[in-house]
Structures are given as C-alpha cells and as structure tokens.
C-alpha cells in the first residue's frame, strides 16, 4: 500500500480519532486535537527514515559510495581548518541497528555527518536582543527567532541550511537564513553532503523526551543515522513535503468540521435557556433532540448539553411548577426566623442586614412562588479556612483531612494528595472546621469556582485560606445551591466579581452578595432529582463516547504499526 492509499483508505480514522486537550482552570476550554492527524504525520515521518515512502532505485549510487564522499569532503574541511581531524566512520554491528534498512542505505553515526559550526565572539543573551533589529537572532529555546540586533559582525553566512539545537531543548530547528547565535548552548549542525531537509527529518523521529532536561545535545549524537542515496533523500523530502499538505489540508477540513459542529451546538442549547415560556421550550428541546445523535459525539459537547441542563434546572425550565408548593418567600421567611434563634442563642453572631435584591438584580424573571435572596442572608457561615501555624511543617502522617483547594472538584473530593494535621492544630483551628453537608468553594487561582459538597463518611475536616466554607440554615437546601452555584448563572458571578490583580480571588463581602434564585423547597427537590438523571445520562453517553474515541486511538496506533512491520 502507498502512503497516499494509506492516507485516503483510513480517512475516517485519521480524522475521527481525537482527544480532549489536557487543561485545568478557567482557562480550560475543551479543545479537541486531532490525535488520528497527528499519528498520521508521525507515520510519515517514521516510512520516510526506514526507506518505506519511496522506491529505491537499484541502477544509481548507493549510500556507501556517498559515505565514501562525505568522508573525503570531511578531509576537505579538515585541510581547511574548518574541523577537527576526522574520525574514522562509526557504523553499528548488525546486533545494534534500530531497524533492517533497504540494501542500498547504510547505518551511520550522527556526528558523522555532520559539523558543527562555532561562532566567532559573544553570544547574545535575551536580554541584549531587539525586539525589531537588521539580523533575526536564533537560540536555543522554542521560538523560531528570539529577537533581533543589529550588530553585523555577529552575523553567520551559512553554507547552506543548518540545524539549530541546544544543551537544554528539544527544539530541532531549520534555519535556511543568515542569522546570530543566541545564548549559550546553542548548537549549530551543518550536514555533510546530506540534503539538510532529510537531515532535519530524521532529526525530528528522535525520541528525546524523558531523558532529562540537562544535555540533550549529547543525547541527540548517540543517535544512529539512516542514509539513504543522496537521490533517494531528495525524493523522500518532496514525497513528505507532498503527504504532509495533504494533511495539512485534512486537519484543516477536520477542524473546520469541529467549529461548525461546536456552532451549531452552541446555538440550538442557546435557544434552550432563552425561550421565553414552556411550550417554546418543549418546541426548541423537540428540534434538538431530533438530531441529538449527529450533536452530542464529543465530550465537549456533552458538557456544554450538562452546563445547560444546570442552566434550565435553576431558571426553573426543567421541572414543572406545582401550586401546592409552600412558597420561597414561606420558606425565606422560616430561614430569617431560625437565623433570629440562633443569633438569640449566641450560635451565631448578630451581622449588618445586606440590602435586599431588588426586582432589577433579578438575574431573570423568576417563575411563581419563585424568591431571590442573598446568599450572605441563607448561611450560618460564610468564610474562608487558614494556614496552619508552622504551615507545611504542621502536616502529619495520620490525622485530620486538611482540605486544599486541589481536593475540591466539582465531583467530589479527590483524596490523592490529601495531607493531614495534627488533633491539636485541628483544635487552633475551630473556626475554620468542616462538616458533612457543608458546601466547599474555591475562591482563588486556576480553580475558582469549583466547588463540592463535604461528604458523610468524612466526620470533619479543615480547610486552607483557598477554600470557603458554606454552611446553610436550612440544611435541606444544600443540594439545590450547590447546583446553582456550579451553574453558568453563578459562575458568571464568581468570575465577572472576583478581585485581586495578581490572582483571581472572591472576598467574604463579594460572596454573600451573590443573588440566589430561590424555589419552593419541595420543588428544589425535584429539580435536584432530575439534574442527576440528566448526568447520569450524560456521564453514560461520555462513557460510550470515550470508549468509542479509545477504540479509534487504537486503530490508528494498530495501522501505524502495521505499516511499519
């Protein structure tokens, strides 16, 4: 099969093998790569250094007459003082080679094949670069030019194009313009006889990642060498040259396909949470599940279908109304008469009232027997946790969870970091202890606004200074605004209120202002019950789809392999 047919027969796997960027925090937007397209170029690359892309040709010159060139043009070099005196060629026993090459290539060491060239005077630090200058600067790290001078006597004229790599990178660069070396560990391969495309491509199959940061340049020259005929390496350049637009274009096409399907997601849910009554919204939520299959195929979608759903649910759109109902303004009022007792008691100290929200700060119009309120006006308490005297030397083997803001996921709580404190420092630390049922806030940093409900098999924990701490008057209304407060609506506030010019942060005063929509307890009720059959089913069709995204990963690796057997 031709590396052309190898493409276009799996067109469906190249292109529908994806995966979801890892990402964290506000700045997580769910963007997909193209894994399939990516295992593509890889492939390429991979035929093209074991002489699998093109067809040798068995009437030209072999590679071990172009080695025999290259170690007479290396003398050439020598004589004119451009290198050290060469060494003798250092060709691997057959126990050695990585891989059986075609009879006319040979097997070479790196540093064989090429030389490095040493630049004359200093070399500029970043800090000396321009940002607009005559000479492009080129270092080490991973910009293709780092800055820029306009001191001439630093400029290299290069024979030809050259490799441009370092002691503490994995970049490989190819340079084909005169430039100035940047700062120190900048190396700079000139290929011997070598067509400096396929030189650079072999230097690209080099596995250098997890071998330690210091010295990749001496990890790059343990490498062997594949050479093909000198013919033969020009073929293979303008054959991946050729594939590689392909898939240009076939990544292209796929993201391309992937914004439409994200638009098109993105308006139909719309239309969801902006329908004015209840039969608009059974008309709009009928259009979308008709094409519910051909919508929600990615994860990302999925979630965005899970964000809506939280939408609807504290809009009041996802269940229906019952006039039987106690009402939210009953229920506002039996949370200010138990807030009276417990101020009376000494449970909780006596606070200055918040201003009541007014029938503009509505966040939307709320449907009967519907109130809103503050959310300062429904808690026990409102308040971040500390730091532990001593800090991190406070920790323990074995003692009381101490919370951080990376245990805190929407999900739940995740234990495998978790550090503990001592009985004593958890005893100086009781005004910032947490309970089963208490709602846990991130208030600062990536995490912002993730929250979770403190479990029951945890008897109490302690939190640090990232976390807040929500604890209701009405215990039974946890559910329903811990749901509100992972809802767009909310996280709207949590991000649009937030303060600090270093680092994202909410204050206690920023917190308790936060205008809370307010339903009928019983109907907070339903509304919890149906947001978790809804994830459920979400989190089933997530699943389906992973399994589904793993099975392609697997068939792409399976055809790679495949052809490189």
């Known amino acids: 099969m031709s590396a052309r047919e190898l493409i276009t027969e799996h067109l469906d796997l190249w292109t529908g093998a994806v995966t979801k960027k890892s990402s964290s925090g506000r700045g997580s937007n769910g963007k997909l790569e193209l894994t399939g397209v990516k295992k593509l170029r890889e492939l390429i690359l991979s035929l093209a250094v074991r002489g699998k892309l093109v067809p ?35 060709q691997p026993q057959s126990d050695e080679a990585p891989w059986p090459l075609p009879s006319s290539w040979e097997w070479v060491k790196l540093p064989d094949i090429y030389y490095p060239i040493s630049p004359s005077g200093k070399k500029l630090k970043s800090s000396e670069t321009l940002d607009i200058g005559q000479f492009p600067v080129v270092d080490q790290g991973q910009s293709y030019i780092s800055g820029y001078t306009d001191d001439a006597s630093l400029v290299i004229e290069i024979p030809h194009p050259v490799i441009v790599f370092g002691d503490h990178t994995t970049a490989r660069k190819y340079i084909d313009f005169s430039f100035v070396p940047g700062a120190d560990g900048t190396k700079i391969l000139c290929p011997i006889l070598v067509n400096p495309r396929f030189f650079y491509l072999q230097l690209l199959g080099y596995d250098l990642e997890n071998r330690g940061y210091a010295r990749h340049f001496k990890v790059l020259n343990e490498n062997f060498f594949a050479l093909p005929p000198l013919e033969e390496q020009h073929r293979i350049v303008q054959k991946v040259d050729e594939l590689m637009a392909l898939c240009d274009r076939l990544e292209q096409q796929t993201s391309d396909q992937l914004d439409a399907h994200e638009t098109l997601v993105d308006t139909l849910l719309g239309t969801l949470t902006q329908s004015e009554n209840a039969t608009e919204l059974a008309d709009n939520w009928a259009r979308l599940a008709t094409h519910f299959d051909t919508l929600f195929t990615t994860e990302q979608s999925i979630d965005k279908l899970k964000q809506t759903i939280l939408q609807l649910a504290v809009m009041g759109r996802l269940v229906e109304q019952d006039a039987g109902d106690e009402s939210a303004a009953t229920l506002l009022q039996s949370i200010e008469n138990q807030k009276g007792e417990l101020i009376k008691s000494g449970a909780i100290k006596h606070s200055k009232p918040l201003p009541p929200v007014s029938q503009e700060d509505h966040p939307f119009r709320l449907p009967n027997g519907w109130g809103c309120h503050r959310l300062g006006g429904l808690v026990t308490k409102l308040g971040s946790g500390s730091t532990p005297r001593g800090g991190q030397r406070a920790y323990v083997d074995d003692g009381i969870p101490f919370l951080r803001s990376q245990n805190v996921w ?19 630390m009781s005004n910032t202890v947490v309970y089963p049922k208490d709602i846990l806030l991130n208030i600062t940093g990536a995490s912002l606004g993730r929250s979770t409900i403190f479990p029951d098999h945890i008897p109490e924990a302690n939190v640090s200074q990232h976390v807040t701490i929500i604890r209701l008057i009405e215990p039974a209304m946890t559910s329903f605004v811990h749901l509100c407060i992972q809802s767009p ?5 949590v991000w649009g209120r937030q303060v600090g010019m270093a680092i994202e942060g909410l204050s206690k005063k920023v917190l308790e202002r936060f205008e809370m929509p307010i339903p009928p307890l019983e109907e907070q009720h339903r509304i919890v019950q149906k947001v978790d059959e809804l994830m459920a089913l979400c989190d089933q069709l997530k699943e389906r789809l992973n399994q589904a995204s793993e099975t392609r990963n697997q068939l792409a690796e399976a055809v790679v392999e495949g052809a490189l057997n």
């Open 410 to 428: 929407n999900e739940g709580l995740r234990l495998e970091d978790i550090v503990y404190i001592s009985e004593d420092t958890h005893a100086r």
């Open 489 to 493: 609506l909310i996280q709207s506030l």
């Open 56 to 90: 040798q040709n068995s009437e030209g010159p072999s590679a071990a007459s172009l080695l025999v060139d290259i170690e007479a043009k290396k003398k050439e070099l020598y004589h004119a003082k451009i290198v050290k005196k060469p060494k003798k060629l250092c």
